[in-house]
């Protein structure tokens, strides 16, 4: 699975010729792992708020099968236009202002999201994680910023209930 992903945004990387050919937005679309994120990013309305000239940003980034662990149904229901407001939630709580390199997220406890809540950093010998997900790919550089793949999607606090208060 980590192996896929990293080989793909490689494969995008190269077919370009340039890790900064193409915005966050571009690289995310252009890789099929991303197919949920980038359809939840254009029925949130924030594809554009995301791509080049806005940002930097720093984005970690769940694949399909991130979305895939939530509960069932929960995709379906956070893409209803009646939602949109908590899908906005979700998606801006995986988004941090600045271009943050792996390097550089190594040495933090948190960091504060585009929701206005930050998520808490775990940087140790095995591995990186930020709240509950693993860190599998780090340092895919765009135009605005860099993403860093992540293994499970990224949830504020109450999140689940008021879901399903709706």
Do not use: W
């Amino acid at each position: 699975m980590k192996k896929t992903i990293v080989v793909a945004a490689l494969s995008f990387i190269t077919a370009t010729g340039s890790a900064q050919a193409a915005d966050i937005v571009q690289i995310a679309a252009g890789n099929p792992n991303f197919s949920t994120l980038v359809a939840a990013l254009q029925a949130a309305g924030l594809a554009d708020d995301l791509s080049a000239p806005n940002g930097p940003y720093t984005v970690f980034a769940p694949p399909n099968d991130a979305f895939a662990r939530l509960p069932a149904g929960t995709v379906e229901k956070l893409l209803e236009p009646a939602n949109q407001d908590l899908l906005i939630k979700v998606l801006t709580y995986h988004v941090v202002s600045g271009s943050v390199t792996a390097a550089q997220v190594v040495t933090l406890r948190e960091a504060n999201t585009l929701l206005g809540e930050p998520v808490k950093i775990n940087a140790n010998p095995s591995g990186v994680r930020v709240e509950n997900a693993n860190v599998t790919a780090t340092d895919i550089i765009a135009d605005d910023g860099v993403i860093h793949v992540v293994d499970r999607v990224l949830l504020p606090a109450g999140f689940i209930g008021e879901l399903n208060r709706r």
